[in-house]
């Protein structure tokens, strides 16, 4: 039988699903130490095409998945994968492994990373129950980022790395901003804003040059046009709000 203070409770419950910080699982082998130790034998490699494609407009039924465009510049890259992290919609039919998909997409190609970066972004979103539960109360989420920047800290995790330990082109961007939630409740729309802070571990591959032609007089040709960076993939990403500073 239900008592007189049972709405106080549900409205005090969706309070707290909202406001609450995202679910952290107790995992292993997170940040600068996975990405140092790293497993013992590489995986093999992924998909070329690490681009998630975005559905079409307004009135298309297919749910969208937000897009991380390929770029070979740290910060922008990092900053998308941010806002990609923390856009989900538990209204739009998608579950926490759709959206986790988007960044496993442009993770490491070479797979050696991607255990972990699995384990990573699953400490970022609700777990199924968890999602199951915000769906009734038409619960979404985004990000707005006040700032980034390479952590000073990051210096002193590239020296205790050994030679080869690192990606080339790696390095890490500690993200600053607000997780903005906002659900249904008694038909009145609720809101709620978190402060947050973390830092993604990425790799940019430098430009790779194209090789010098010899003319066949003895004399070398400047390398035609054509090389080009390849884009940034993720690598790592801290727990949430214990960022390197």
Not at 51 to 59: C, E, S
Not at 185 to 192: G, I, K, L
């Amino acid at each position: 039988m239900k008592t007189s203070d049972d709405p106080a409770r549900t409205r005090r419950r969706l309070i707290a699903l909202i406001a609450a910080g995202i679910v952290l699982l107790v995992l292993t082998g997170i940040g600068v130490y996975g990405l140092l130790t790293g497993p013992a034998e590489p995986a093999t490699s992924g998909p070329d095409d690490r681009t998630v494609q975005v559905p079409a407009g307004p009135g298309d039924p297919t749910p969208r998945l937000p897009r991380i465009a390929p770029t070979d510049d740290p910060e922008e890259f990092a900053r998308s994968a941010a806002l990609a992290l923390f856009t989900w919609d538990t209204t739009s039919g998608l579950f926490p492994l759709d959206y986790a998909s988007v960044l496993l997409d442009v993770g490491d190609p070479t797979g050696t990373e991607q255990a972990g970066l699995a384990s990573d972004i699953a400490a970022y979103l609700p777990s199924r129950e968890a999602w199951l539960d915000l769906r009734q109360y038409q619960t979404s989420q985004h990000l707005s980022i006040d700032d980034a920047f390479v952590p000073g800290q990051w210096a002193e995790a590239v020296e205790q790395a050994r030679p080869g330990q690192l990606p080339v082109g790696a390095t890490a961007i500690t993200i600053e901003g607000t997780r903005h939630r906002t659900g249904v409740w008694n038909d009145e729309t609720v809101a709620s804003e978190h402060a947050v802070a973390f830092t993604i571990f990425l790799a940019c591959p430098p430009e790779l040059d194209d090789e010098p032609s010899d003319d066949g007089d003895g004399e070398t040709s400047p390398p035609e046009t054509g090389g080009g960076a390849a884009s940034c993939y993720l690598l790592r990403l801290s727990m949430l709000d214990s960022p390197l500073r």
